[in-house]
């Protein structure tokens, strides 16, 4: 199997204003992730998993260590290059959907692909073919106050899954939502994985870290578990 | 996307977005004003000038024309003088004065310009005719109308009024010929123009072959400054004042007003500026949460910035847009205010519309519009992704 | 009484060679003093005329002209001399070109107009005040053109202190919404916006009037400077700080009240979490 990412000795400080001093958020992880894995990070809150999430797909940089993605240095690269890498090479689901709610389902997946100039026609028929994907083949033209949370969530992972990328990256994509629509999430995430693509979940929730294949545990910013479901 | 995007954070907050583009508005209603205020006088002023065609003016020494009583000695020796000079193609001596006229019981003061009826240098003919013998003249609506005189009515005109015998003297019986657009006089002026020697001779000695100035038309624009030179040369006992000069002086006359407009102009600019700074910087503030995770899913830093930008410049062009209609009443009603000015002649427009003034304005306001989107965009642009994530998410 | 005479003269700097005995004395105002590099005690040549025959005098005095609106954006320079030295220059024999009339009382006034008026000698007495009005009549149309330009300012203004106070209201619905959450009353928060308001709009305007002296202070050090004068171009006048308080207390009260009922009227919780704000996008994007 393929290594997809690879993350040596990440290490995460952070500055706290107003005298709070230097927080270790992460303090030397090493993780590697293989192409079409599906891992769960969880531990409790304020243990680094976000950050850790955040730091593999780009949005903040580790103050030491490296991590690849499919063998790109990450942690180097320069601000257009991780904005381009987010665009094509990841997707992000949040907790919080964060969908622009001037945009409709279909206008709010178009919209990386509108920044990745792909044509408009090429683009419309691919935001239509994930909405139909996760199940919202229905409700293209409603915006984000007029759908559920669930659905909201769903179009937010149609968004993610618009570039194509091999590496899907989620913030607790269950935790706005009820036990009900969680169940369905976690359902649509082994889909998505199933179909081929590499995700990593940041979670507390135990139905979704059972889910995976794979379960991380991190305390205190430090990996302290790393186990598969199936017992190896 | 992007024009879906910028419009739909100016339709969020349709009341604040209305307010700021009337704002706008205003602004640029004042700047427009300002900008016609600072060119237009002094455009409208050359117009009126060349509007005979006279490029030159000569008056006494150290005088503008008109300026003070003083007059030029031996006007016909010296007409006769500037008439040799080459490429002048026409003089036209005018001399200054007021009569007392009375038609019919009434009696009315004006200002009387003795004048060479074949040049028509100070005037239009609107009905009758130019006067062509000694004893007939031409007068204004208002002079018209202040004496209920009628074409080819006989008037008894005099130049002055000797207190020691309580009697008016240089009087004359003249017959009124014309109807005349006294071009340089103010609006509300009785006005009278009469042949120079007529009007010389009722001034009596004082007035005896002198002129208030001379107007000199040369053959084309470019041999002005020759001209000028010559008369220098040939009269030097009188100043000779081309257009750009009575511009420079006129400059300086009304260097308030354009000193105003620079002032004001310059204010309602940064008023502008800063109304749409505010509102973009909050609309930025209240949409971090949008901003960054179109950040995060990989929408360029520029991207977020020309959006912000295209937000600010929308504002300030349809602000702008409205703003020139609204300016261009406001024009007119301060013209209208300025137009009342004594002595000025009532063919200066002190706000002359030029499309370029328009032009001048909205470029103003759309480089305010960018400059005015540069700190929003530059603030939501330049956002820790992470840590800006983490601070929304608890917020 | 005092007889004024006017002429146009030309002056001519010469060396102190006094070319006669006692010449007499002129007053020549500051600007052509500083231009022309006179002091007191200076012998200059007046006459009628450029290049033409005149007299020598010496320079006695020098004066600052008055504060005559009229005059500031002439650049004409004014000279004091004896009435009969003028009269003989200019040939104007003995004559002048006005009387000016010392009175001892309002109605001392009225008598001597009517009494010089009647004597018809063929020339008119006027009241200084009629005069003035006259001559102050550019004076009136540059202050009703300041006094419109004044209006369209104060509209700009207006519409950016309503921005402001509206943003301002806007900015605080979160904490609205707490306080809602917690049980106080719309009236009372409702009240406690108007006091923000009204301490912004009193802060601002006392900020303004400071700044308006400040810019006055600085329009004023500009122009007279431009135009030699020493007349004020820009005054703040206690009747400017009323209408300038009285407008932002207005304005801000006004906003204030509209914005913070307009927020006491949505439900708390959608204040929270920002969802009042996604409908309205939602409604105004469709």
């Known amino acids: 199997m393929t290594r997809l990412l690879v993350a040596r000795d990440v290490k995460r400080d952070y500055h706290m204003g107003g005298g709070g001093g230097l927080v270790h958020a992460v303090r030397g992880v090493s993780l590697d992730v293989d192409d079409g894995d599906y891992l769960a990070v969880v531990g409790p809150s304020g243990c680094g998993k976000s950050t850790l999430l955040n730091l593999i797909g780009g949005i903040d940089r580790p103050s030491s260590g490296s991590i690849e ?71 293209l033209d409603h915006r984000p106050t007029q759908l559920s949370g669930g659905e909201q969530q769903r179009v937010a992972i149609a968004r993610a899954l618009a570039n194509r990328p091999r590496l899907l990256l989620a913030d607790e994509p269950t935790g706005e939502l009820d036990a009900h629509t969680g169940a369905e999430m976690i359902s649509l995430l082994g889909q998505v994985n199933g179909d081929g693509t590499t995700i990593v979940v940041v979670t507390h929730d135990e139905d979704l870290a059972r889910a995976a294949k794979r379960v991380v545990h991190m305390r205190d910013g430090v990996v302290v578990d790393d186990r598969r479901q199936d017992g190896s | ?121 100070d005037y239009e003919i609107v009905t009758g005719r130019s006067p062509s013998t000694a004893n007939e003249f031409v007068a204004s609506d208002d002079f018209f109308h202040a004496t209920g005189a009628r074409l080819g009515d006989s008037v008894s005109v005099a130049a002055g009024f000797d207190p020691q015998l309580r009697a008016v003297t240089g009087q004359r019986t003249l017959t009124l010929v014309g109807r005349a657009h006294f071009i340089y006089m103010p609006a509300g002026q009785n006005s009278v123009a009469l042949p120079l020697p007529t009007l010389q001779a009722m001034r009596g000695e004082s007035a005896h072959d002198r002129v208030s100035l001379f107007m000199v038309r040369a053959s084309s624009n470019d041999r002005v400054d020759k001209v000028l030179a010559d008369i220098e040369r040939t009269v030097p006992r009188v100043t000779a004042v081309s257009i750009e000069t009575a511009m420079q002086q006129v400059d300086e006359r009304l260097s308030y007003f354009r000193q105003l407009a620079v002032i004001l102009g310059a204010v309602s600019l940064g008023v502008g500026f800063l ?43 349809v602000g702008a847009l409205a703003g020139l209609g609204l300016g261009l009443v406001t024009a007119r009603y301060l013209n209208s205010i300025l137009a009342s000015f004594p002595g000025l002649p009532a063919a200066i427009d002190f706000f002359l519309f030029e499309p370029r003034d328009a032009w001048v304005a909205l470029g103003l306001l759309a480089v305010a519009g960018v400059l005015a989107g540069i700190y929003p965009s530059w603030r939501g642009a330049s956002l820790p992704i992470a840590v800006t994530l983490r601070e929304e998410a608890v917020a | 009484m005092t007889a004024a005479l006017f002429a146009l003269l030309f002056i001519q700097a010469i060396d102190s060679t006094p070319p006669r005995p006692a010449p007499r004395s002129i007053a020549v105002d500051e600007r052509l003093a500083a231009d022309a590099g006179l002091e007191l005690g200076d012998r200059v040549v007046v006459a009628s005329a450029p290049g033409g025959a005149g007299d020598t005098v010496i320079v006695a005095a020098i004066t600052r002209g008055r504060a005559d609106p009229s005059e500031v954006a002439r650049a004409d320079y004014r000279v004091r001399m004896h009435l009969d030295e003028l009269q003989r220059l200019t040939g104007y024999g003995d004559r002048v070109d006005r009387f000016a009339v010392g009175t001892t009382s309002a109605s001392a006034t009225d008598s001597a107009l009517r009494a010089i008026n009647s004597a018809a000698f063929g020339f008119r007495a006027h009241r200084s005040r009629d005069i003035a009005v006259e001559t102050s009549r550019t004076f009136l149309v540059v202050s009703r053109f300041h006094r419109a330009i004044g209006v369209i300012t104060i509209v700009a ?34 009240r406690s916006v108007m006091i923000e308001a009204t301490l912004v709009a009193v802060l601002g305007s006392a900020m303004g009037v400071a700044l308006g002296w400040l810019a006055s202070s600085i329009i004023n050090w500009h122009y007279r400077g431009v135009y030699r004068t020493p007349l004020a171009f820009a005054v703040v006048t206690p009747g400017i700080v009323e209408l300038a308080v009285a407008l932002s207390l207005v304005l801000g009260l006004g906003a204030g009240l509209a914005a913070g009922r307009r927020l006491v009227r949505q439900p708390p919780l959608d204040l929270l979490t920002g969802r009042h704000e996604s409908r309205r996008t939602a409604r105004a994007a469709a």
Not at chain 1, 81 to 95: H, K, S, Y
Not at chain 2, 285 to 291: K, P, S, V
Request: hydrophobic share 55%; with cysteine.
């Open chain 2, 275 to 317: 109304l749409v700074t505010t509102l973009v910087t909050v609309s930025v503030n209240e949409r971090l949460g949008e901003i960054i995770v179109m950040r995060a899913i990989g929408v360029a830093r520029e991207r977020v910035v020309l959006q912000v930008l295209l937000e600010s410049s929308a504002i300030m062009l």
């Open chain 1, 69 to 139: 993605i499919s063998g790109e240095r990450v942690d180097t690269m320069r601000d257009a290059d991780a904005t381009r890498f987010r665009l094509l090479r990841v997707g992000f689901v949040f907790q919080r959907f964060y969908l622009m709610p001037a945009l409709t389902a279909l206008e709010n997946v178009e919209l990386p692909l509108a920044e990745a100039k792909v044509a408009r026609k090429e683009r419309v028929a691919r935001a239509r073919e994930l909405l139909a994907y996760v199940g919202l083949a229905a409700r």
């Open chain 2, 1 to 121: 996307m992007l024009f879906r995007l910028v419009w739909a954070s100016l339709v969020r907050h349709r009341a604040r977005t209305l307010l700021a583009v009337l704002g706008v508005a205003v602004s640029a209603a004042m700047l427009l004003d300002m900008v016609m205020l600072s060119s237009g006088m002094r455009a409208s002023f050359k117009n009126l000038l060349l509007s005979r065609g006279f490029q030159i003016r000569l008056s006494p020494k150290g005088t503008l024309p008109f300026d003070t009583d003083a007059t030029i000695g031996d006007a016909a020796e010296i007409s006769a003088r500037l008439r040799t000079i080459p490429d002048v193609i026409t003089v036209s001596p005018v001399l200054g004065g007021q009569v007392y006229a009375s038609a019919g019981g009434r009696t009315a003061t004006a200002v009387a310009l003795g004048v060479d009826p074949a040049v028509e240098g």
């Open chain 3, 157 to 190: 203004s207006a519409i950016f202190l309503l921005c402001i106070m509206l943003l301002k209201v806007d900015e605080r619905r979160r904490d609205i919404a707490a306080l809602r959450l917690l049980g106080i009353s719309k009236r009372s928060i409702i």
